[in-house]
């Protein structure tokens, strides 16, 4: 099955800083590929997403870049805000398998003010 | 937020003692996830379903069972609940006539067992 890899565990930057999150994966018929925020107390929540026909996709400070020869894709944060402090998941899910998608172990950023 | 409601939110209970968490959606979508999330592991796919009373198991299946009798609820069993069943819970659902693979989370159910 499906194995992904998220580093590092804990990202600590400062406010305006730029933050990178990477992520391995292990199947090559992994297709789809969303990132999660998790707040404090809450339940993760889709931010950003990309498919493998796309290398790269935007949304305001955000950004996932992938690649996949390497089997790698990153989520990029920039001018980050004491509000981006959170757990964030990356996922692998292939659309010929079961759909279901294989998580990260998470990465908690924290973004000191 | 997606219409997914979990109840309850916190329990905490003995060793032993069947728990039943709810999930509850009101987006009418096909598949439905039980996940449990552990410090260092991440979210771990317990059960899931495709629709009503189809079920399969995920990764971490033993010691819970699912029921799903309507579109709308999903609920996990711990049939004698052990202290290596504290965690926290978390549904999710998704629709194929969208992306079958983007998931949308409930808040989460934390359980404690004693």
């Known amino acids: 099955g499906e194995n992904v890899e998220q580093h590092p565990s804990t990202l600590s930057v400062q406010e305006g800083d730029s933050a990178v999150i990477k992520c391995t994966y292990s199947d090559s018929a992994s297709n789809y590929f969303p990132w999660y925020k998790q707040e404090l107390g809450k339940g993760p929540q889709l931010i950003i997403d990309i498919r493998s026909n796309v290398g790269e996709k935007k949304d305001q400070r955000i950004a996932v870049t992938l690649n996949k020869t390497a089997k790698h894709f990153s989520l990029h944060i920039t001018e980050t805000q004491p509000e981006d402090s959170a757990v964030y998941f990356c996922a692998a899910s292939s659309s010929g398998g079961s759909y279901i998608p294989t998580f990260g172990r998470g990465t908690s950023l924290i973004v000191h003010p | 937020d997606a219409g997914i409601t979990q109840s309850p939110r916190h329990k905490v209970t003995e060793t032993g003692t069947p728990v039943t968490l709810r999930c509850h959606q009101t987006?009418?979508?096909?598949?439905m996830y039980w996940y449990r999330q552990d410090p260092g592991h991440g979210l771990r796919l317990i059960h899931y379903?495709?629709?009503?009373?189809?079920?399969d198991k995920g990764e971490v299946s033993d010691g819970y069972s699912v029921s799903r009798s309507k579109t709308e609820d999903f609920l996990l069993t711990l049939e004698s609940a052990t202290s290596s069943q504290t965690s926290v819970y978390f549904c999710?659902?998704?629709?194929?006539?969208?992306?079958?693979?983007?998931?949308?989370f409930g808040p989460g159910t934390r359980l404690t067992v004693l």
């Open positions: 999710a659902i998704s629709e194929e006539r969208v992306r079958a693979d983007t998931q949308y």
């Open positions: 987006e009418n979508h096909r598949y």
């Open positions: 379903s495709y629709g009503v009373k189809d079920t």
